[in-house]
């Protein structure tokens, strides 16, 4: 894929996708961070149940610490994997009463030292609370990227990479964004809507169904004859 091609497919995506930002619902960066932990392996929509209510009773480093395990697991049951969730964040929640003074930190090597944060978590909070351009690789990442071609790799790390090197500057702080929403609700795992994608005929995946000229004219019927790209 070339540099003209991926500058078209993003900004395709930017005028489709207006206001990309984190379907987490948050109002500060420690909530976004608790959140975000909360996230993994994890619907956005059954993190915000959960952190409403949690929220509304704590919502600073102290007052989830306060809670210890045994009062945080009440909120966060209906979350996956929330017994082991709930020991990371509260151990999280005590370091960063210790090291940072109960804020959280803006550096990468800082926020992966924290008790559940990991490479992808650190890049969300990077990106979508201090403004870098980083790009988090999830599972919509790394399948639009060797679906599409837009940034092909054997995993996370060589997918962010080629991400980070291929992306136009101009897109790369709502990269991660515009992306992971596209993933989400247009290109996705198991039946990609290809006949609603906006750079259908842009990506290079091998079997996308395209409409056909008239169709995407806005001709005919939604059962229409397609094609198929092999």
Do not use: W
Not at 62 to 69: D, E, H, N, P, Q
Not at 88 to 111: D, F, K, M, S, W
Not at 136 to 147: E, K, M, P, Q, S
């Amino acid at each position: 894929m070339n540099a003209e091609k991926r500058a078209a497919i993003f900004n395709r995506l930017r005028i489709a996708i207006p206001n990309p930002t984190t379907e987490l619902e948050y109002t500060s960066t420690f909530e976004l961070l608790i959140a975000v932990i909360l996230s993994a392996q994890a619907t956005d929509k059954s993190v915000n149940i959960a952190t409403r209510k949690l929220f509304a009773v704590a919502n600073t480093p102290r007052a989830i610490a306060a809670l210890k395990v045994e009062g945080l697991e009440p909120y966060i049951k209906t979350i996956g994997l929330y017994h082991a969730k709930a020991k990371n964040v509260i151990a999280c929640c005590q370091q960063l009463i210790t090291l940072h003074a109960g804020e959280v930190p803006n550096t990468r090597e800082a926020l992966e030292a924290l008790p559940g944060v990991g490479r992808k978590t650190a890049n969300v909070i990077l990106n979508t609370a201090f403004g870098q351009p980083t790009i988090a690789v999830d599972t919509h990442l790394f399948r639009l990227g060797n679906r599409t071609k837009l940034a092909t790799g054997k995993n996370v790390q060589q997918v962010e990479q080629k991400y980070l090197k291929t992306i136009p500057k101009a897109y790369l702080q709502d990269a991660h964004h515009l992306l992971i929403l596209h993933g989400r609700y247009t290109c996705t795992a198991r039946n990609p809507k290809c006949g609603e994608c906006c750079i259908v005929d842009l990506c290079e995946y091998r079997h996308k169904v395209i409409p056909t000229p008239h169709l995407m004219a806005g001709e005919g019927s939604p059962n229409s004859k397609q094609a198929t790209v092999a």
